[in-house]
């Protein structure tokens, strides 16, 4: 299982798994995306290149969700596959996707990434993360 959804009052909220930090933080974003549109609609036409920082790995979950929002609210992209690459306190993400287009159905829109309950843990048998987000 790459994620979960779990409801939490009027949020919603994405527990992302990985055998690697890297793999959880991926599966982080594409549960985030799955939330917004079906991912089988999403042709992977595009490459885009991201980049966050911040003071801890909970910082860095956040800001790297935040700024993927960023693209999709702005700039009017989806994406449906990520690579995630650690570097000291900031990450850079390889997104594949596209513009949005009608064929898109957009299912939710999340107003923000929130701090709230977030978790980022290392388990027996690999890393999982715990983020909401406001719809």
């Known amino acids: 299982m ?7 009052t009027a949020d919603i909220g994405i527990c992302g798994f990985g055998k690697t930090e890297e793999e959880a933080f991926s599966n982080t974003a594409f549960g985030m995306f799955s ?23 909970e910082e860095l979950l956040v800001n790297m969700l935040s700024e993927l929002l ?12 990520f690579s995630v690459e650690f ?10 996707g596209e513009k949005i287009k009608e064929r898109h159905v957009l ?6 990434v929130t701090y709230h309950f977030i978790k980022i843990e290392k388990k027996k048998n690999g890393w999982e993360t715990r983020v909401i987000f406001d719809v």
């Open 87 to 96: 570097s000291d306190n900031s990450v850079k993400v390889l997104c594949l």
């Open 35 to 57: 939330i917004l549109a079906d991912p089988e609609d999403v042709r992977p036409d595009e490459e885009i290149e991201i980049r966050a920082s911040g003071a801890d790995r």
């Open 107 to 112: 299912k939710n829109e999340i107003k923000t």
């Open 70 to 81: 960023y693209w999709q609210t702005t700039k009017g992209y989806i994406f449906s596959e």
């Open 2 to 8: 790459r994620f979960k959804v779990f409801d939490h």
